[in-house]
């Protein structure tokens, strides 16, 4: 299948499941706090989501068992929300997606528990701006290589290294659409751009080395070397201008 053009009416429920994953991840980000286990969050994406009148797209998808990824420290994706205790110190990536009438919203957030280190906070500082760069360069006219070297660039610039084996993705109807969008990359290579194109753009960042391992479990990915690890996602829309944010926080890229 190729990459598929959103209608003006398919990109309305795409922004409205946008809206309700920016919502949810803004309540869960406002409640991560020292001493809380992994699955309190998980109950609170999944009861946030049905109030919002949408439902999580995560759960039994490919068999993940939950409605929320929460991946701390050198846990990079994936990670399974259960009986972990967050400490004091810890950095946690929330990445949840949801569908509303069909269509699909996907996004994450690194955010550190209590207070963090200044190592800490610069790698979810730097990984936050690397999305932005990514988002900056998805316009109309130019190609999917011009997203990737973005954020390859701006995240290895500041002495960062990129996850290869995890990309970002299209979306829509379907949690996972074509074009793959990696995160490394040449500018001037792969697809045009073009209006209407709707992708979730998904930087992971490792301040060690980029390899990684899956754990015990199969699905948490983990740092290789057992360095820190954060993650950004946005749902965008291609169009004429701008890219649009689809899964807009409040108060954030307003």
Excluded at 79 to 88: D, F, K, N, S, W
Excluded at 111 to 133: C, F, M, N, W, Y
Aim: net charge negative; glycine share 12%; aromatic share 4%.
């Amino acid at each position: 299948m190729g990459i598929i053009i959103k209608s003006e009416r398919e990109i309305a429920l795409m922004r409205q499941a946008g809206r309700i994953v920016g919502a949810v991840l803004d309540i869960l980000m406002k409640q991560v706090k020292p001493g809380m286990k992994t699955k309190e969050l998980d109950a609170i994406a999944g009861r946030e989501v049905e109030k919002l009148g949408g439902k999580p797209s995560f759960k039994g998808y490919r068999g993940f068992p939950a409605n929320l990824c929460v991946s701390v420290n050198d846990q990079i994706v994936h990670g399974i929300p259960g009986e972990r205790v967050l400490r004091q110190g810890d950095i946690v990536s929330l990445d949840m997606g949801a569908t509303f009438k069909g269509f699909q919203g996907d996004a994450a957030v690194t955010v550190g528990v209590g207070e963090i280190s200044p190592q800490a906070r610069e790698l979810v500082a730097t990984t936050e701006d690397v999305l932005k760069a990514g988002i900056a360069a998805a316009r109309s006219g130019a190609r999917l290589g011009d997203i990737s070297a973005a954020i390859q660039n701006h995240a290895e610039s500041k002495g960062y290294s990129v996850v290869r084996e995890y990309t970002g993705h299209g979306i829509g109807r379907e949690l996972h659409e074509e074009p793959q969008i990696p995160n490394f990359g040449p500018a001037g290579t792969g697809p045009v751009l073009k209006k209407g194109m709707t992708l979730a753009l998904e930087p992971m960042i490792n301040a060690g080395d980029w390899r990684t391992k899956v754990g015990d479990d199969q699905w948490t990915v983990l740092t290789a070397d057992g360095s820190l690890s954060a993650h950004f996602e946005h749902t965008i829309a291609i169009t004429d201008g701008e890219a649009e944010i689809l899964t807009s926080r409040e108060g954030v890229y307003a």
